[in-house]
T-cell receptor, first 112, second 110 residues
Framework: AQSVTQLGSHVSVSEGALVLLRCNYS??????LFWYVQYPNQGLQLLLK??????LVKGINGFEAEFKKSETSFHLTKPSAHMSDAAEYFC??????????FGSGTKLNVKP | KAGVTQTPRYLIKTRGQQVTLSCSPI?????VSWYQQTPGQGLQFLFE???????NKGNFPGRFSGRQFSNSRSEMNVSTLELGDSALYLC?????????FGPGTRLTVT
């Protein structure tokens, strides 16, 4: 069975500060892992994905995530937050790209 | 390349009615998935179609159904609408290693 846990439904950071959004997964098979971002009244946009290549994955808008198998984690980071990063972020796991399991989401607030 | 399109974007229906939502995937993509997004339940997988066949199904009642046409366009239907069906319905189009989402259809049931 697959599941995703995102720790913290709301995260608030100051502009220019480090962004860290946490994601832990459970999977019976080596998974594919994803981070998506959703702006209000829009669909989900893919930020980055892990597909068993490099464990440190770089995505769009300066985001990156590191796959740590021993910790079953795939945390999302960005060195310096920008006001435009304020959105909801979803971590997802998929065993085969046919069915995706999403976490409950983390709303990121960026303070000026 | 055009993205995933969903129509209509907004819909208001009354309890007991039925509704059909449409999704046009990215050209060349053969897999289409549907998700329901609500504040309380988050993103929940409804079903996935590939080459006109339902390949995966989530845990939703039989009132929720879908189909895919030979051009990969997909529709989902919800019959006998309930207030709890109010949600953002997202369609996603998949290639081998990526899934792209449409903007969603916001369904309000009154």
């Amino acid at each position: 069975a697959q599941s995703v846990t995102q720790l913290g439904s709301h995260v608030s950071v100051s502009e220019g500060a480090l962004v860290l959004l946490r994601c832990n997964y459970s999977s019976s098979v080596p998974p594919y892992l994803f981070w998506y971002v959703q702006y209000p009244n829009q669909g989900l946009q893919l930020l980055l994905k892990y597909t068993s290549a490099a464990t440190l994955v770089k995505g769009i808008n300066g985001f990156e995530a590191e796959f740590k198998k021993s910790e079953t984690s795939f945390h999302l980071t960005k060195p310096s937050a920008h006001m435009s990063d304020a959105a909801e972020y979803f971590c997802a796991v998929s065993p085969n790209f046919n069915k995706f399991y999403f976490g409950s989401g983390t709303k990121l607030n960026v303070k000026p | 390349k055009a993205g995933v399109t969903q129509t209509p974007r907004y819909l208001i229906k009354t309890r007991g009615q039925q509704v059909t939502l449409s999704c046009s995937p990215i050209s060349g993509h053969r897999s289409v998935s549907w998700y329901q997004q609500t504040p309380g339940q988050g993103l929940q997988f409804l079903f996935e179609y590939f080459s006109e066949t339902q390949r995966n199904k989530g845990n939703f009642p039989g009132r929720f159904s879908g189909r895919q046409f030979s051009n990969s366009r997909s529709e989902m239907n919800v019959s006998t609408l309930e207030l709890g069906d109010s949600a953002l319905y997202l369609c996603a189009s998949s290639s081998a290693y990526e899934q792209y989402f449409g903007p969603g259809t916001r369904l309000t049931v009154t």
